[in-house]
Each structure stands twice: as C-alpha cells, then as structure tokens.
C-alpha cells in the first residue's frame, strides 16, 4: 500500500479557522472520496505543533494499493473537480503552498 500525502503548509486566515474545516469537509472532502482505487482518505486538522515547525494546518492522506492505482486516480476527472473545488476554499481561507509525498506505509498495529 502507498498513500500520498498533500501537505498544506501556511496558514488559514485570521479568525476562518472553523470556516475553513467546514469548507474542506464540505465542499472538497466528496471529491477526494471519489478518487478511483482509493482505499482510505483521511483529513486531519492540526490543532498543535512543535516549536520552529512549519505551519500545517491540514494534511491530507489518500491510500492506494499501489502506484498504477495512485497515477490513475492522479489522471482522473475526479481530480480535476478535486483540484478546482480545493482552489477554491484555499482563495477564500488559506495562505501558503500545497507540497505532496508520496510514502510505502508499513504498519505495525498492536
């Protein structure tokens, strides 16, 4: 399994904080659970971080059996709404820059 991670690195504007994990949630969330071949999609809100880390108010996890399966999800139309529906809260919530890894998980859960 690999997952595919899209850092969200900056800040939410002053006082959109609840405005913006709504909008997420609401308006770009379904798109993301659309994806072809994905098998898991977390959202997770950042609510603490060390002192001198970068700034990550939202990573985004999305888990695929393998890397054909990532690279069709990446090429599908579901993206493309992902992408515009993305854009569009970011302009109305978000300062910064979107980074993406690309990880082979191995999990070790007791």
């Given at each position: ?19 913006f994990?709504?909008a ?9 659970k ?56 970011l302009a109305r919530?978000f ?16």
């Amino acid at each position: 399994m690999i997952t595919r991670f899209a850092m969200f690195e900056g800040q939410v504007k002053a006082g959109q904080t609840d405005a913006f994990r709504a909008a997420v949630l609401a308006e770009v969330l379904p798109h993301w659970k659309s994806f072809p071949g994905a098998l898991a999609v977390r959202v997770c809100f950042a609510d603490d971080r060390d002192e001198g880390a970068p700034e990550l108010p939202l990573i985004l996890a999305i888990s695929y059996p393998d890397r054909v399966a990532m690279d069709a999800a990446l090429a599908s139309p579901e993206r493309a709404k992902a992408k515009a529906a993305t854009e569009a809260v970011l302009a109305r919530h978000f300062d910064g820059r979107i980074h993406h890894h690309v990880t082979v998980a191995n999990e070790h859960v007791r």
